[in-house]
Nanobody, 115 residues
Framework: QVQLVESGGGLVQPGGSLRLSCAAS????????MGWYRQAPGKQRELVAG???????NYADSVKGRFTISRDNAKNTVYLQMNSLKPEDTAVYYC?????????WGQGTQVTVSS
């Protein structure tokens, strides 16, 4: 069983920045593929960014150049640095951990971009 706890969401003005964190339980965090997803009201959940156990990253086209995913295996934590935020980035952001056999989700953290 893997437990994920997100933090760092909040209200920010357009053009601002936020850093989300996702702390994971489990002694083999370094082997997990990690990802950040988001879901806006009335829309499907979508992949924002992913990072493999080896550190390779991928991003949705809508966030390339603005968001950066990273991981600290010593702290069992994955981060999402979000810069140049736009109102359309408003959503609940979820952390996902994928092991060889299963996938786990966090409870989500709200990000609201508004003036």
């Amino acid at each position: 069983q893997v437990q994920l706890v997100e933090s760092g969401g909040g209200l920010v003005q357009p053009g601002g920045s936020l850093r989300l964190s996702c702390a994971a339980s489990g002694s083999i965090f370094s082997s997990y593929r990690m990802g950040w997803y988001r879901q806006a009201p009335g829309k499907q959940r979508e992949l924002v960014a992913g990072i493999t156990s080896g550190g390779r990253t991928n991003y949705a086209d809508s966030v390339k150049g603005r968001f950066t995913i990273s991981r600290d295996n010593a702290k069992n934590t994955v981060y999402l640095q979000m810069n140049s935020l736009k109102p359309e980035d408003t959503a609940v952001y979820y952390c996902k951990a994928t092991t060889v056999t299963l996938a786990y989700w966090g409870q989500g953290t709200q990000v609201t971009v508004s003036s």
